[in-house]
């Protein structure tokens, strides 16, 4: 359970930044809870700015949404080097589909935290072949705190941290995730086409025998 620090009412050069990381597979609910600690931070009256990568525009170009539909302004960017001057003097800085950032998206992370600003970062931990995705391995790296969130294998039922490609392309980047992908447990991922209900009742009836 993620226990958000406090963030001290002062102007940001009076008070410390850190960096909160938010990470899993597709349909993990990183969105959601990126949203959600923005979302109280809004509440407290604290300045929020959010921004993404602007090759994601799976939904809609201004908005981050996460799948239940959960929407959260945000600005799209071209590249990290452009968030800090964007990101001016606000409390909190949401960043979401981290993975997607050039490499510069580690150093204006630690620029912002260390003036002061709370970076909260969400984006895929892995890629679709099961490798750690970008920038990823980094910002956990730096950051203070780092939250993995868990989907639910569509097969067996089990925790899911992987992202599996139901379609045949070797693309690292493939948008329209609904159709194309679902979350899967480490065995069913490395299962691929042979995980399923058939393998399973074959396995039940092997442990009866
Ligand atoms: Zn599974």
């Known amino acids: ?9 002062e102007p940001p050069h009076l008070r410390t930044g850190w960096i909160e990381v938010i990470c899993g597979s597709m349909f993990s609910g ?9 979302n109280r931070a809004r509440i407290a009256k604290l300045n929020v700015q959010i921004f993404k990568p602007a090759l994601d525009t799976r939904y809609h170009e201004e908005n981050i949404v996460s799948h239940s539909a959960l929407t959260i302004r945000s600005t799209p ?31 204006v992370c630690n620029i912002l935290a260390n003036q002061g ?13 099961g490798k750690p995705f970008g920038c990823m391995p980094q910002l956990m790296s730096i ?22 490609r139901l379609v045949p392309s070797q693309s690292r980047v493939l948008l329209g995730e609904t159709d194309s992908y679902e979350a899967r447990c480490r065995r069913c991922f490395h299962l ?4 399923g209900p058939k393998e399973w009742a074959y396995e039940d009836v092997k442990n009866e025998e």
């Not at 990183?30 to 923005?38: A, F, N």
């Not at 600003?117 to 072949?129: N, P, Y």
């Not at 569509?154 to 599996?164: E, K, M, N, R």
């Open 143 to 164: 950051a203070e705190y780092v939250t993995k969130v868990h989907a639910i294998c569509v097969v067996c039922g089990d925790i899911a941290h992987y992202s599996y």
């Open 1 to 9: 359970m993620f226990i958000e620090p406090n963030r001290r009412r």
């Open 117 to 129: 600003q709370r970076v909260i970062v969400a984006g895929l931990d892995m890629d679709f072949s």
């Open 30 to 38: 990183k969105t959601e809870e990126l949203i959600r600690r923005l």
């Open 77 to 107: 960017v071209q590249s990290a080097d452009q968030i800090p001057d964007l990101a001016g003097n606000c409390d909190v800085v949401g960043i979401d589909e981290a993975q997607f950032f050039d490499k510069d998206i580690t150093n």
């Open 192 to 195: 691929g086409d042979h995980a």
